[in-house]
């Protein structure tokens, strides 16, 4: 969860500096597209343990382990979230 935290908040960190606040909708959109998948990318591993993350919190866990992950992952989403939402709509 740890490095998922990490490339969430340096993913939002980034994105403001890469979209530029007067360019139409569409071409802000375009640009955190390419921002993110870049940033996607760069982390192969992290792709990989995000896809088989619900599988594994499946089997062999606790129900705590499973809650406290995804509170978690819904805490470090919500910073990432809020980014994108400030990046798309500026203007």
């Not at 606040?21 to 921002?35: E, F, G, I, Q, Y």
């Not at 990989?48 to 989403?77: F, I, K, M, P, T």
């Not at 979230?81 to 400030?86: E, F, S, V």
């Amino acid at each position: 969860m740890r490095l998922a935290h990490d490339f969430f908040a340096q993913t939002a960190e980034q994105l403001p500096k890469v979209v530029e606040a007067n360019d139409p909708a569409p071409a802000r959109a375009m640009t955190v597209a390419s921002a993110l998948a870049t940033a996607f990318a760069a982390h192969p591993m992290l792709c990989e343990l995000l896809s088989a993350q619900a599988g594994a919190l499946e089997h062999n866990v606790s129900a705590e382990l499973v809650a406290r992950c995804e509170r978690d992952g819904y805490q470090s989403l919500a910073g990432f979230t809020a980014a994108h939402r400030t990046v798309c709509v500026w203007v």
